[in-house]
């Protein structure tokens, strides 16, 4: 009998939708892609609440990259909102911009001052630097420690406490590294040649992706129920299966957690519609000195949307992983611990060539979209081109 599919796609999100576009457009094959959600777009599905407001399901997105493939490939999909993110962040109720840069060191020091900082920062780091909180604390000099104290405690402490359960010097230096110290006066919390919203939204550009007529989407659908690996087999629905499989979704999960659970973070959002025309100045607040949750996010400031007299807010309350069926693994906690077991679950997928990794979860990895469609193309490359 004819094999129905050339290859099965586990997930629907950005790593799943870029290969299963590729390979039926590139290669001719049929894609099956099996998404367990009742939707697509994985994590960063939007969709309009009951109110009309487009918010983020799963978390504030923002797409932002230096890679001019990865944003040509998608401009192939959607057209773009021209938005550049700023986050302020609210301490004790002043609003001083984040990443800390040379503006929010002038909000905070007297003039004379924040002049002789700035000059002994741009002297040690050159302008326009980007100085992970973790290298300004080593500094010798006073001045420099004291002003690294400040963005320590003001910035980085206590939300980093609500985000990991673990202070900056304990979790892996990438993650604060991820919002520097800034020398220079660009207020945008990412400086990528590339940045904006999906016009539409994320929703309608993974739909436009996987509208191929060699892709079939079946949602709702554990890909557990339907992928089986035995004896170095692939089977799909009890047949042994030639084909590939492109797995997407948590590694542990679908190995049962034989070895234990893998390590993540969780998050809890908490929405509230407002008859209002605005709540905040920014489109995230980012509160970093008070409250339990870290950051509210008011969502028409970021889509541009236009919802007179009324918004829709969310609030995100860090809470720890510990149960797939309640919540939703968002954060691999990255350590070397961590990556040890993760190696081992890796170890049960080499006696299956045909199975392959890719995704935010899949790899056990912290990625932005972008990283992830660039992973995602360079995995389609290699498969289409046999090597
Ligand atoms: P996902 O989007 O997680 O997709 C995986 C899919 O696989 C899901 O749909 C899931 O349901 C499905 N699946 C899992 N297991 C199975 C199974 N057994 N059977 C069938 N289907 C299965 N990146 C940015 O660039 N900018 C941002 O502003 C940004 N903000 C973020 C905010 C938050 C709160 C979080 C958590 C992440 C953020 N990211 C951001 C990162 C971004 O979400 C990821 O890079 C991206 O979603 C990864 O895509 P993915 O396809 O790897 O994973
Ligand atoms: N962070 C912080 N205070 C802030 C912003 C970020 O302490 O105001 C730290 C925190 O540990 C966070 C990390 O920097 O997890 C990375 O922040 P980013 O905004 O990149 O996180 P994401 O948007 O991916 O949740």
């Not at 995100?316 to 992983?321: A, L, S």
């Amino acid at each position: 009998m004819k094999r129905k599919y050339d290859s099965i796609v586990v997930g629907s999100g950005f790593a799943g939708a870029v290969v299963a576009r590729e390979l039926a457009e590139r290669k001719d094959e049929q894609v099956l892609v099996l998404e367990k959600r009742g939707h697509v777009a994985g994590n960063c599905y939007d969709v309009r609440d009951k109110h009309g407001v487009l918010i983020h399901q799963y978390g504030p997105h923002i797409f932002h990259t230096n890679m001019k493939r990865v944003y040509e490939y998608l401009s192939r999909f959607t057209e773009w909102y021209d938005y550049s993110h700023e986050v302020v962040a609210n301490v004790n109720g002043q609003m001083i911009p984040v990443p800390f840069n040379l503006n929010t060191l002038s909000m905070v020091y007297d003039k004379e001052m924040a002049q002789s900082l700035e000059k002994k920062l741009v002297e040690t780091f050159g302008e326009g630097s980007r100085v992970p909180i973790l290298k300004l604390m080593e500094q010798e000099d006073e001045d420099l420690k004291a002003v690294a104290e400040y963005v320590y405690e003001h910035i980085f402490l206590r939300y980093t406490m609500k985000q990991w359960g673990q202070k900056p010097e304990e979790i892996s230096p990438e993650v604060t590294g991820r919002v520097p110290v800034l020398l220079s006066r660009d207020n945008r919390y990412f400086q990528d040649a590339y940045q904006g919203m999906p016009l539409h939204g994320y929703t309608p550009l993974v739909e436009e992706m996987l509208s191929h007529p060699g892709i079939e989407l079946s949602l709702n659908t554990d890909a557990k129920d339907v992928v089986k690996l035995e004896n170095g087999v692939i089977y799909v629905e009890g047949e042994p299966f030639d084909g590939k499989v492109i797995y997407t979704g948590p590694l542990d999960e679908f190995f049962d957690c034989c070895y234990g659970r893998l390590p993540y973070r969780s998050l809890q959002f908490v929405f509230e519609h407002l008859e209002m025309d605005s709540y905040q100045e920014k489109a995230v607040v980012n509160y970093t000195v008070s409250e339990d949750y870290t950051r509210i996010t008011e969502f028409k400031k970021l889509t541009g949307q236009e919802v007179p007299g009324e918004t829709t807010i969310m609030k995100e309350y860090p809470i720890p992983y510990t149960d797939s069926e309640t919540e939703i693994p968002y954060y691999a906690i990255i350590n070397d611990e961590n990556r040890r077991l993760y190696h081992r679950y890796l170890d049960l997928v080499k006696e299956y060539p045909g199975f392959y990794l890719v995704g935010r979860l899949a790899e056990y990895k912290y990625y932005n979209i972008d990283a992830i469609v660039e992973r995602a193309l360079s995995l389609a490359d290699q498969l289409i081109s046999g090597k």
